[in-house]
């Protein structure tokens, strides 16, 4: 028998299938994602490698195969299912097989395993009381004192019995010698998250929440699998829907994985599950420890949990008996992978749910564009939740406009209404949330009297500040000198946004002494459970102020928060992206839907200087679907994703000359094969190479080249060409080039 064996070296060269002959002692033992060790190369240097598969036949001279030398002891094995999943990914998003089977790893080595040890005793209880004399008479104390604790518990905790009564390790071992006692260890799970289940509460479901689990459970129950959009407005309880979605699964025999966009959301989220579900439910995410989340790996592997929740690695949770996956949030851009291959994990998850018949549900009260526009053509089925739970009402949102405020006099980053609602909500003792929007930022100019922002002519997005003294477009490389003055209205007043959370927090303390405030940005969430102490301190009622940036307006649920103020939306509307106006519309109504999801009514003051912006206006009406319409028209217009299909091919390399050298081959490559495809009838668009916002990092310089096309397809089969055209070319070794499908942000 012979094994087709991937060799654990990242470099495309070695990107292929190596035979090895298996040992008659490992025949019956080996199995697919297996990491053993090899010889390899000509010096037979023992490298690691992952079973992919195996033959009786050898497609090589038998003379010249080697043999595995054995199988390595710490390893964890690839799930045969994960072994085909990472092909795929290899396939679609490119990079070597061996980074996309480190990237459906769950875990990448075994951890050694938490034992909780216990003392048994194991004489009758006239014997132990012999002993306890005898122990007293030779003034053993210590062994005296060991056996009148097991006289009172005739087990103890082992950490017990060496703290508390103070008696070392080799009392104990001597102890065991004479049969006196027992040590015994169990294996226990290092469970990061402990709550116990609690009984159900009634819940009254809209109909339009009936007749989404309906649905579902209907179809699910006749064999029928799919891809479904829940798009429900805020607050409109598709956590409840899920959650009925997961229940009929796991009736059926099956197991659910459920993704969340950032790891701030993981402790409302688990609670609310683990309150459904008991201990059958698990978390993974980068805050755990290696233990914990070996443990969660294997407990899922296992099948000793039903139900597991985490950002995006998650979705490789190795489950045999796989029958749901629930993206959260779908719209979010924490989905997509910044390393190689760059993976989202939408695509990803209904290629895994077609492997193994499993369903897929996406939820947003904002879609991603490609996720609505794939249910409006029938390619999801789409579920509906267009009212809030409870009959609650959504939050009344005033659009401020800043520019009226500086003619008024008004510096302050507060407009009047802002701070008028926020001195009215602290008098009732609700509680406020302020929101700073930095998501996007990348340096772009505006003007403060008219709200003019200075664009690049040729793409349609905002030309970036440089260090320089230049704006530049990152799209395609166009630059201009810096303006000192508005070329719209000739007011001075230009510039860039420089407020940061900390120096808002310090202006609230100063304008509003009796506030409480926290704040919540990456600096305060640094530690393990940053995240869950602001969050829980703030929800208990511990501060009137939450202050922070895009983290706090997802998902979150506080009954007591009447207020969100939105400070400077512009920030990600003229972003150097063609995102930029679908990802401001998606953070204003998240923000927005974070008012008013108790009792109390509720309000929204978003400030810009744009408030005639349809992206802003939609926000504003907290209507999707008139912003869906009008984006779309923009990105037909532009032929921007999902009108068209767009991949960026990013170069990188220390010397700046031989960049410049690969990227005209590789462009003037593109373009041969890009001729090919016109003339099998389809058009391919090339842009650049441009230099993208941050040209230089770490002393690597960066380059980058777009291609579009109306099909996806196109555009892998010129990933494939482009890969083996740098393959074969060894003047590409020194360059580090990525392949970017659908990109969600510009390099």
Not at 279 to 290: G, M, P, Q, T, Y
Not at 559 to 564: C, D, E, F, K, S
Request: hydrophobic share 35%; aromatic share 8%; with cysteine.
């Amino acid at each position: 028998m012979y094994a087709d064996i991937i060799v654990d070296i990242t470099h495309e060269k070695l990107d292929k299938i190596f035979q090895y002959r298996i040992p008659k002692e490992m025949e019956g033992r080996l199995q697919t994602g297996m990491e053993v060790l090899i010889p390899f190369g000509r010096a037979n240097r023992e490298t690691k490698g992952y079973v992919i598969g195996f033959s009786e036949k050898c497609n090589y001279d038998p003379e010249k195969i080697k043999e595995i030398t054995q199988i390595s002891q710490n390893h964890i094995a690839i799930e045969a299912k994960l072994v085909a999943l990472a092909a795929w990914m290899k396939e679609h998003y490119g990079g070597t097989m061996i980074q996309a089977l480190k990237t459906v790893l769950p875990i990448k080595q075994q951890e050694k395993q938490k034992e909780q040890r216990s003392i048994r005793l194991l004489l009758d209880r006239r014997e132990a009381k012999e002993r306890l004399s005898y122990f007293l008479s030779k003034n053993q104390t210590a062994r005296a004192r060991v056996v009148a604790a097991l006289l009172d518990r005739p087990i103890l905790p082992y950490e017990y019995v060496t703290r508390q009564l103070k008696v070392t390790a080799a009392v104990l071992r001597a102890m065991e010698e004479q049969r006196i006692l027992q040590i015994e260890a169990e294996v226990v799970y290092r469970n990061p998250v402990t709550a116990k289940r609690t009984k159900q509460q009634s819940f009254c479901y809209t109909e339009a929440q009936q007749a989404a689990i309906h649905t579902f459970c209907e179809e699910y129950r006749r064999g029928k699998r799919g891809t479904y959009l829940v798009y429900g407005v805020t607050g409109s309880g598709k956590t409840e829907v899920y959650m009925e979605m997961i229940e009929h699964v796991i009736a059926e025999g099956k197991q659910a994985i459920v993704l969340i966009p950032e790891i701030a959301l993981t402790y409302q989220t688990v609670m609310r599950f683990y309150q459904r579900f008991g201990d059958r439910v698990s978390i993974i995410n980068s805050r755990l420890s290696k233990g914990e989340r070996y443990d969660q790996m294997l407990r899922a592997k296992r099948g000793e949990i039903n139900v597991m929740i985490g950002p995006r690695s998650a979705l490789f949770t190795p489950f045999e008996r796989l029958g749901l996956i629930i993206i959260d949030e779908e719209h979010e851009g924490t989905y997509k992978s910044e390393q190689t291959p760059r993976y989202h994990a939408r695509e990803t998850a209904i290629a895994r749910a077609a492997m193994e018949g499993a369903s897929v549900v996406l939820g947003s009260a904002t879609p991603s564009m490609e996720a609505f526009y794939k249910a409006v053509t029938g390619e999801f089925r789409l579920l509906r939740l267009p009212e809030r739970a409870k009959q609650r009402a959504m939050a009344h949102v005033t659009v401020a406009d800043m520019r009226k405020e500086l003619e008024k006099g008004n510096r302050s980053i507060f407009s009047d209404a802002l701070r008028s609602l926020m001195e009215d909500r602290l008098k009732k003792k609700e509680q406020i949330m302020l929101f700073l929007n930095r998501r996007g930022y990348a340096g772009f100019i505006s003007c403060r009297s008219c709200g003019h922002v200075v664009k690049c002519p040729h793409c349609d997005v905002s030309l970036s500040s440089h260090r320089n003294g230049k704006l530049v477009c990152h799209y395609c490389g166009y630059e201009q000198p810096m303006v000192t003055s508005c070329p719209e209205c000739g007011s001075s007043h230009v510039g860039g946004f420089r407020a940061g959370t900390q120096q808002i927090e310090e202006l609230l303390l100063r304008e509003f002494p009796q506030a409480k405030v926290l704040r919540m940005d990456m600096d305060t969430t640094k530690q393990k459970d940053g995240h869950e102490k602001i969050l829980a301190a703030f929800s208990s009622g511990e501060a009137d102020i939450l202050v922070g940036t895009q983290m706090i307006v997802k998902g979150h649920d506080f009954g007591n928060v009447t207020l969100v103020g939105v400070l400077a939306a512009d920030l990600s509307l003229y972003a150097d992206d063609y995102r930029a106006g679908e990802r401001t519309f998606q953070l204003l109504t998240q923000a927005a839907g974070r008012a008013g999801r108790g009792e109390k009514a509720g309000e929204v003051v978003i400030q810009t200087y744009s408030p005639e912006h349809y992206s802003i206006v939609a926000a504003a009406k907290q209507d999707y679907e008139q912003f869906f319409q009008e984006e779309m028209t923009y990105r037909a217009l532009m032929g921007y994703p999902p009108a068209s299909q767009l991949m960026a091919v990013l170069v990188s390399c220390k010397e700046e000359e031989l960049l410049e050298t690969a990227c005209h081959y590789l462009k003037a490559y593109a373009e041969t094969c890009c001729k090919k495809c016109e003339r099998a009838g389809t058009s391919v668009q090339l842009i650049g190479p441009a230099s993208p916002y941050v040209g230089k990092v770490r002393d690597t310089y960066r380059r980058v080249i777009y291609l579009k096309s109306e099909q996806e397809a196109v555009l892998v089969f010129l990933k494939d060409q482009l890969e083996q055209y740098i393959e074969i070319n060894s003047g590409f070794q020194n360059l580090w080039i990525q392949f970017d499908l659908n990109p969600m942000s510009v390099f």
